[in-house]
């Protein structure tokens, strides 16, 4: 599965892509199953340059209880840093939050697909 | 400290105002991002994983009372409430958002501060000895000097677009305080048996992917010819520093590819070439500049403070604390106080807007109104009274800022790592804040003594790990957070490169490894061997043993 993320860029805040729309919580991301809705997705995410920078899709897994991104930076920025939990969306609580806080595993740079441009 | 005239307040309030008109075509959509990233870098602002994060200059780590107040008040209103300080010396803010940016400039302008040259391949903020004007161990000011070159170097048209980064520390101290020798320039003010005042120049120095020590280019420069000699060593690194690779684009490259004899005979070839007279400084220039680190206006106090002998008697919390982060002041009656920022548990480097508020308030009673930032993340009030040094001692305590393990093993530093830094590969805070509690015992960590221990994210080395007395680096091993310890490096003024230990070890080992290497060094060491003497005199192969016994 897949998910799309990007920082907004009036506030840096983590964003996912919903259905066409930005959303600040990792549980509220569109999931996608396929490569070309995914790929679309992207693409569409690209053209809105005064909205977010440097969109990407990043690589998630059904774990216990709910998806989570396999990468642990990608879980990081879903979650916040893990020296002040009170910071960051991690702070909010809930089952996709705990979902996240609960997963492993997972390479820094694994979770970010086309992170090597195709000319 | 430099007072702001009104060119240079000008200045600021027009740079201030172009951000704010660049901010808005950004979100107009009137530039796209590739053209606005490298102005916001311009101005201090890169993106971090969680949102925007803001670099701001603290020339050689001077602030005033003021300063710390606006600071404060940025953090509160602008950012999570918090800030965090560097090993340049900066402070960082990782909550900021695009849109307060202009408003942020301007209010960090009406105290004198920016964010330029904070990022970028130009010559950065330039650091000096946090006890500048304060030691009696140093020749001179190292401030004024730090002061020439901020104003040399600030838009300096030649050199905005250097091969890559570029680092200066000033020292005037035999005892290095800056890390000198880990900098693209690292200037020691000597003075010779005939009474002038001169630099020891090295260059050459850096960490991150392939670490140097500087090496000496020259033994003495006369005070008065700085400029056209740092002009002759950037037009030799601008000429021919490899543009071509980021990995090796370093001053520190070129000088190990020259060879230190072929670089120095460059250098002095380029600087035969310059017009002196259009370079270095008059004499005039800089009597104005050294008029704003005339000596303050010390008491005339009795070298000994019995209040303070009372209550030190009286307090055993304060008697630790005098141990460790107080030091001797040049001045009868004064000492200067280390302010550790890393209490049991906290991040390195991380102060709050209350803390900040402190620290000004503290400044202000009892330091004639200064506080230093120390490149080990720390804070220094440099001018106490030892009569004033259980008032504020019992105010830093309030503020949870009286730990005192000034050099111990939990004054660690460590750079934001993977919890904050975009380029980070596994965390450091929480490897230092494991660390930090399993010496939570202070007797223990006295009686282990002076030791280093430096923590980076990355390879970039922000966290100084190379030269750690014990070093650590994360590693992202499939997956994973692995940490590689290094051994032996020293940034002080016996600099060195670390050696490795071993393999890298998990997350979960790192924590029990210090504490081997610690039992290690109390069972070799003799006499009053620091854990670097040990190390020295013992090689890697205890340390070792100790370590990865278990493993075999």
């Known amino acids: ?119 | 400290m430099y007072q702001y005239d009104a060119l240079d307040k000008e200045f600021l309030a027009d740079r201030s105002a172009e951000f704010r008109h660049q901010v808005a075509r950004r979100l107009a959509g009137e530039i796209t991002e590739d053209q606005f990233k490298p102005l916001r870098l311009m101005n201090g602002l890169y993106l971090q994983l969680h949102a925007y994060m803001l670099r701001i200059a603290i020339p050689y780590g001077t602030l005033n009372v003021a300063q710390l107040r606006k600071l404060a008040w940025v953090a509160r209103t602008y950012d999570k409430g918090y800030g965090h300080f560097t090993t340049r010396t900066n402070l960082q803010f990782h909550w900021i958002k695009l849109r307060d940016m202009p408003d942020i400039l301007d209010a960090l302008a009406e105290v004198d501060l920016h964010a330029i040259q904070t990022s970028g391949n130009c010559i950065r903020n330039v650091t000096a000895d946090p006890r500048a004007g304060a030691t009696a161990e140093e020749v001179d000011d190292p401030r004024v000097w730090a002061e020439v070159i901020r104003q040399w170097s600030t838009l300096h048209p030649e050199f905005t677009y250097l091969p890559r980064k570029f680092k200066i520390a000033v020292t005037a101290s035999a005892k290095d305080r800056t890390a000198a020798k880990t900098h693209d320039i690292g200037l020691s003010l000597r003075r010779e048996r005939d009474g002038t005042l001169g630099f020891e120049v090295m260059v050459g120095g850096g960490l991150g992917r392939t670490p140097y020590i500087g090496k000496t280019v020259r033994e003495h420069l006369p005070v008065a010819r700085l400029l056209s000699y740092l002009d002759a060593i950037l037009r030799v690194y601008n000429r021919h520093g490899r543009r071509d690779n980021p990995a090796k684009a370093r001053i520190k490259i070129l000088v190990a590819q020259l060879g230190i004899e072929e670089f120095a005979r460059q250098v002095e070839a380029e600087w035969a070439l310059i017009d002196a007279s259009k370079v270095d400084l008059p004499d005039t220039e800089l009597a104005r500049i050294r008029g704003f680190f005339t000596r303050p206006d010390f008491a005339t106090l009795p070298r000994v403070s019995d209040a303070f002998d009372a209550a030190r008697a009286a307090d055993p919390g304060l008697a630790r604390f005098a141990r460790n982060n107080v030091h001797p002041h040049k001045v009868a009656g004064y000492a200067i106080v280390d302010v550790s920022l890393k209490s049991i548990g906290a991040t390195p480097g991380d102060a709050s807007a209350e803390q900040l508020e402190v620290l000004a308030d503290l400044a202000e009673r009892y330091s004639l109104g200064e506080a230093r930032v120390t490149h080990e993340q720390n804070i220094v009030l440099p001018h106490v009274k030892l009569d004033d040094l259980a008032a504020v001692y019992a105010g830093l305590k309030a503020a949870e800022l009286a730990s005192p393990n000034i050099n111990l093993v939990s004054d660690i530093i460590a750079c934001p790592g993977l919890d904050y830094c975009a380029l980070a590969n596994a965390r450091a805070i929480p490897v230092a804040q494991d660390i930090a509690r399993r010496f939570e015992n202070a007797d223990r960590a006295e009686l282990v003594g002076e030791l280093k221990i430096k923590i980076s994210g990355c390879i970039n080395a922000c966290g100084h790990h190379h030269v750690g007395h014990i070093g650590i680096l994360g590693v992202d091993k499939k997956g994973e957070e692995f940490y590689q310890l290094t051994l032996g490096g020293s940034g002080a003024e016996d600099a060195e490169v670390g050696k490795s230990l071993g393999p890298a070890l998990p997350a979960n080992r790192v924590g029990q490894a210090i504490e081997d290497l610690v039992e290690v060094y109390l069972r070799e060491r003799k006499g009053d061997e620091r854990f670097l003497d040990t190390f020295r005199r013992t090689g890697v192969e205890p340390f070792k043993e100790a370590v990865y016994a278990e493993a075999h």
């Open chain 1, 1 to 119: 599965m897949k998910a799309l993320t990007a920082n907004r860029l009036i506030d840096g805040e983590v964003v996912f892509w919903s259905s066409g729309r930005w959303v600040e919580r990792f549980g509220e991301a569109e999931l996608f199953t396929d490569d070309v809705p995914a790929d679309d997705a992207e693409g569409r995410a690209k053209s809105e340059v005064t909205v977010v920078i440097d969109p990407y899709l990043i690589e998630v897994a059904e774990t216990d209880g709910g998806a989570a991104p396999i990468s642990y930076r990608e879980r990081l920025r879903a979650l916040g840093p893990t020296n002040t939990p009170e910071h960051g969306k991690q702070a909010l609580g809930g089952h996709d939050i705990e979902v996240i806080a609960h997963a492993s595993g997972g390479a820094r740079s694994g979770g970010r697909l086309n992170l090597i441009k195709r000319k």
